[in-house]
């Protein structure tokens, strides 16, 4: 009965949304609905965040928003910064393995809990200084072991090739009309591999404020192969950066990202940045059968269960789900925040990103089938 009430309830503020003019998609209401199911949020300030986030999509809407929010939840949360967690006997699960069973980890404050990272959206652009030779030649190494490693599939469109895979008449039919009508040689066409398409994801929050830059050399290194790569960063708000990125010299390139980036050195909010990523349907596609690779060190401080969900979505659409960290110094290296104790098992790979050098030094690790 208090299931069906809750239901009904939720329903209500739904249409009472629509009312105001909060117009969002089916799609958006549906995360909204699963996140709810997946991860009840314990207090009303996690309701609150958890639908604004998934349900709105502009400015302007939040008004309206947390006017509707106050008459069907009784407590209007716009601007509150949320509470620190209670750490006094506070214990999660992590993982033994990427994919094994858990022992109980005490957690304290600054160690892991991803209280060292902000929940502020603070605006704030990057500088990047001149690249040294030695950035230049890890990008180069960073490229050629990308070159070699990044997977593989078959192409859709059939090429001419010498291998015996499909009998290619139009072009025999071609080659005979100049010979008279005689068949001179049998003429084929095959799938040549192509590589697949590359996602990544930047963290360019404060807890990351010096690695940012040789990520984005590495994203760009990615870029000079032949994979179809694009790029966004996160901190507490999603930017797309392919075009910024992947075009012309480097450093005028790191410019042009520092003119888009606008919350650097701000918060950490990836399950809102990601979630934004699912709100625009262009972006959405851009995973489905990608390599996809988030560099950040996972200091959630938002709600853990939007990042869960949408790390979830990723791994369904994607070929390979990466998250390096760097966390990951050795082998021993165990997730133990709250959101990386949860997405660990849907990774197909954690790997170490404490530089640039480690970057291009790993790539055959992550890439390996």
Not at 64 to 74: I, L, Q
Not at 163 to 180: Q, S
């Amino acid at each position: 009965m208090a299931e069906s009430a809750a239901a009904a309830h939720v329903t209500g503020f739904l249409a009472a949304l629509r009312e105001a003019g909060i117009a969002a998609p089916h799609q958006k209401q549906q995360d909204f609905l699963q996140t709810l199911q997946a991860a009840p949020p314990a207090t009303r300030r996690g309701l609150y965040w958890q639908a604004r986030i998934t349900l709105t999509g502009s400015k302007e809407e939040i008004d309206r928003f947390d006017s509707v929010f106050e008459t069907w939840f009784g407590e209007v949360q716009s601007g509150v910064k949320p509470a620190e967690p209670d750490s006094d006997g506070e214990e999660v699960r992590r993982p033994d393995s990427l994919h094994g069973g858990t022992v109980p980890l005490p957690l304290a404050p600054g160690e892991g809990t991803g209280q060292a990272a902000s929940a502020d959206d603070l605006l704030n652009r990057m500088a990047p200084r001149r690249s040294s030779a030695q950035e230049q030649a890890l990008i180069k190494r960073a490229r050629r072991a990308a070159e070699r490693c990044l997977p593989r599939r078959p192409s859709l469109r059939l090429r001419p090739s010498p291998a015996r895979d499909v009998i290619d008449l139009r072009r025999m039919i071609r080659a005979a009309a100049r010979h008279g009508g005689e068949l001179i040689r049998f003429r084929y066409r095959a799938r040549p591999m192509k590589k697949r398409p590359v996602l990544l994801f930047v963290d360019v929050s404060g807890s990351l404020k010096g690695l940012t830059p040789d990520y984005l050399r590495f994203a760009r290194a990615l870029g000079e192969t032949s994979a179809k790569v694009e790029v966004f960063s996160f901190g507490t708000r999603l930017t797309r950066l392919t075009d910024a990125l992947l075009g012309g010299v480097l450093d005028r390139a790191l410019r042009r990202v520092a003119t888009k980036v606008e919350d650097f050195e701000g918060g950490t909010q990836i399950g809102r940045s990601l979630t934004d990523f699912f709100a625009h349907r262009q972006y959405a596609g851009l995973a489905r059968g990608a390599v996809v690779i988030i560099l950040s060190d996972g200091l959630e401080r938002g709600d853990p269960a939007l990042l869960v969900h949408a790390v979830r979505r990723l791994r369904r659409l994607a070929e390979r789900l990466v998250w390096l960290t760097p966390l990951k110094r050795d082998a021993d290296y165990r997730p133990v925040t709250r959101a990386m104790a949860a997405v660990a098992p849907t990774l197909d790979h954690i790997g170490g990103a404490a530089s640039l050098e480690a970057l291009a030094a790993d790539i055959a690790e992550w890439t390996r089938s």
